[in-house]
């Protein structure tokens, strides 16, 4: 019977979903990636979009928010938790390992595989400021920089241009084009996509730099990442005949996070509005660099 009971238990915790976090619509480029890795998981993405995007704010913020809904995915049921922004990862990822009992993977700019694969010794690096600013990063370029240089621009105005659903308008390809072109003219042949939202501009990228530079995007590094703390745990999901579900919430009204579903993922499927404890008031966000 005690058997039985521990078998089911094991079940239910594999046929749980993984829950993917970010501060809006940019972890949707880390849900591609999983569903194409793990079909067979079922899977709960959560926006914080009512608080995007998270680069301007300051630390105390960031932990807040992305221990507020950390926690009230873990109310939901998630087997482990993916936050799919670089940002809140920077910012947070040891509190969230700290405070929450299930597993959590976080993301982080390619510079370990941008540093092995520029043949110019040169690279740039697009990121939040957020992301740029924090101790993880400086860590993350001691330890894989080796003797290849980084050029790293705060990609200012490129979320909330994304969160609008604005990827290739006349103004985001100049704020690009303002970004990359210093880097070409460094010698720069890879770039790394340091925001889970960039891999958007993709197109955006390649009409102003064409075939010049290497772009480094992690979201599939992270779906194989989950694949091993999933087999570690023994939570891989049971093989169903039915495709897995994938289940959408955001902190507001949800209506941009639809739309991105249905153009990038070709998915029509309603969003639900996330009900969490409110945070304390929002600190007044800088305004950003044009």
Known sequence: MTTNHHAAAATDAASAPVGIFDSGLGGL???RAVRAQLPNEALLYAADSAHAP?????????????LTVGEWLVSEGVKVLVVACNTATAGSIAVLRDQLPIPVIGVEPGIKP???????RVAGVLATQATLGSERFRQLLARHAADCQFICQPGHGL?????RCDIDSPE???LLTRYIEPMLEAG?????????????????????????LALVDTS????RQLERVLDT???HAPTFATPAALRLCSTNEGTHLRQLVSALLGLELPVERIVAKPCSPAPPRPPEAA
Do not use: M, W
């Open 29 to 31: 480029s880390v849900l």
């Open 54 to 66: 998270y680069g301007p704010r300051d630390n105390a913020f960031i932990i807040e928010r992305t």
């Open 114 to 120: 941008a540093a092995l694969q520029s043949k110019t």
């Open 159 to 163: 979320v909330d241009a994304i969160e």
């Open 172 to 174: 985001v390809i100049a």
């Open 188 to 212: 720069a042949d890879t770039l790394v996509l340091g925001c889970t939202h960039y891999p958007f501009l993709d197109a955006a990228i390649r009409r102003i730099a064409g075939d010049r």
């Open 220 to 223: 599939v590094a992270i779906a």
């Open 233 to 235: 745990n023994g939570l």
